[in-house]
């Protein structure tokens, strides 16, 4: 059985772990706390992809035939 990248298929946005001087800044822009953003679980197959950890936050880009891009956050828990 091939083993397919679920991070290549057209359906799937462009997921980032984010670092940690790009959460500052983005916590900051947004006015946020990280248990303020949506969630995503530990378990997700991009998650697992992309071998991000609990606490992690993610950057999911998504294109949009309206709005051109769209990003968002996500806090990844267990």
Request: glycine share 2%; hydrophobic share 40%.
């Amino acid at each position: 059985m091939v083993k397919k990248d679920i991070l290549k298929h057209e359906l799937v946005p462009d997921h980032v772990v984010l670092k940690k001087n790009q959460i500052t800044k983005m916590l900051k822009e947004m006015d946020v706390y990280p248990e303020q953003l949506p969630k995503i679980k530990l378990d997700d197959p991009v998650v697992k992809a992309i071998d991000a950890k609990a606490g992690d936050i993610i950057k999911i880009t998504r294109k949009s035939q309206t709005a051109g891009k769209f990003i968002t956050y996500r806090l990844v828990l267990e």
